[in-house]
């Protein structure tokens, strides 16, 4: 089986798929076969534009064809976890876009389905799989840094379009959920684990979503972390990690290049760190092809996606009720 290449259908004509066909295209194991959309004629467009060879009116007409092994589902929020589950039930293993789903119990009713149909499903990280990512998770790993003490972040840029999905609440629209993950995913995982107690704070926009999140997460061994998210705010985003000994700055964290740098500081003594990288959502399609032909763990275990959930949960819950919220996973 290590020598397939793998069938993949994308669920939807999503903005987001503008990312992700590049690496499906130049990838040796992972072919784009199909696409579906809500009308023929918009996927039949959408096909010939991306030059792709099946086109599907119904979403349920993709998960049908026998020929497609993996789907790619960037489908608004909400309906992350409803076809997910209806597509491991049709037989296919699915990389969702993030968020996950809007709550541990949808997290775990993907992971029970997965199991039973053993499908593979995994939450699309990107930056997970970048080679700055792992060196930054080796420099904390090795003690450049000392014991870790704070983490800093922060994701946001100005969206103002009208009828946006990410602005409406009952899409799971929000600046946590669209962009605040990525510093809450990126802490957890340079701290190796998940935090035992958050705190937030939030400025509601005209629709009722969260405009703008600002968000705490004490972990074990008094390791700190703070960030903030926002939809009105200028692009904006960097990670600050702080040792005992040191401190380690990342400009690009959560969309890497192909080059990128890095900033590890002691005293007065700034070391650059260059590092050359794939191309950044290339590696989250590889990583689906190591999963199903390899049979590896994905680096994205429904484990900890479900981490990731249970802690924007309980910052949203935070937000609302102004108290600190303990987690237990």
């Given at each position: ?117 053993d499908r593979i499903v995994a939450e699309a990280f990107m930056y997970r799989h970048h080679a700055q990512t792992l060196k930054v998770q080796e420099l904390v790993k090795n003690g450049s840094l000392g014991s ?147 049979g590896h763990d994905p680096r994205i275990s429904l484990d900890d996606s479900r981490a990731n959930v249970a802690v924007i949960c309980a910052l949203l819950e935070s937000a609302r009720s102004g108290k600190p919220v303990s987690i237990s996973y």
């Open positions: 089986m290590a020598d397939k290449v793998l069938n993949w259908g994308l669920l939807s004509t999503a903005r987001i798929n503008r990312a992700l066909i590049p690496p499906l295209q130049v990838s040796r194991r992972n072919h784009l076969l199909a696409v579906a959309s809500r009308t023929q004629e918009a996927a039949d467009n959408y096909a010939r534009e991306q030059n792709i060879s099946r086109a599907y009116g119904t979403y349920e007409a993709l998960l049908a064809d026998p020929e497609i092994d993996v789907i790619y589902n960037p489908l608004p929020n909400h309906l992350h976890a409803e076809w997910t589950i209806k597509a491991v039930e049709a037989g296919k293993h699915v990389l969702c876009e993030k968020p996950l789903a809007l709550s541990v119990e949808a997290v775990e009713a993907m992971k029970s389905a997965a199991r039973k149909h870790l003490k704070l983490i800093r972040g922060s994701f946001s840029f100005v969206l103002d379009r009208e009828g946006d999905v990410r602005l409406d609440p009952a899409m799971g629209g929000g600046s946590i959920w669209d962009v605040g993950c990525y510093p809450i995913s990126y802490a957890r995982t340079v701290v190796g684990g998940n935090p035992l107690e958050v705190f937030g704070w939030q400025v509601t926009g005209p629709t009722g979503i969260d405009e703008t999140f600002v968000g705490q997460m004490r972990f074990e061994h008094d390791v700190y972390a703070q960030f903030g998210c926002s939809f009105a705010i200028p692009f904006h985003n960097f990670m600050e990690i702080v040792g005992s000994e040191g401190t380690l700055n990342i400009p690009s964290p959560f969309k890497p290049d192909t080059d990128e740098k890095i900033y590890l500081r002691h005293g007065e003594k700034t070391e650059t760190i260059k590092i050359k990288g794939q191309e950044v959502y290339l590696g989250e399609v590889e990583d689906m092809a190591d999963a199903i032909l390899l």
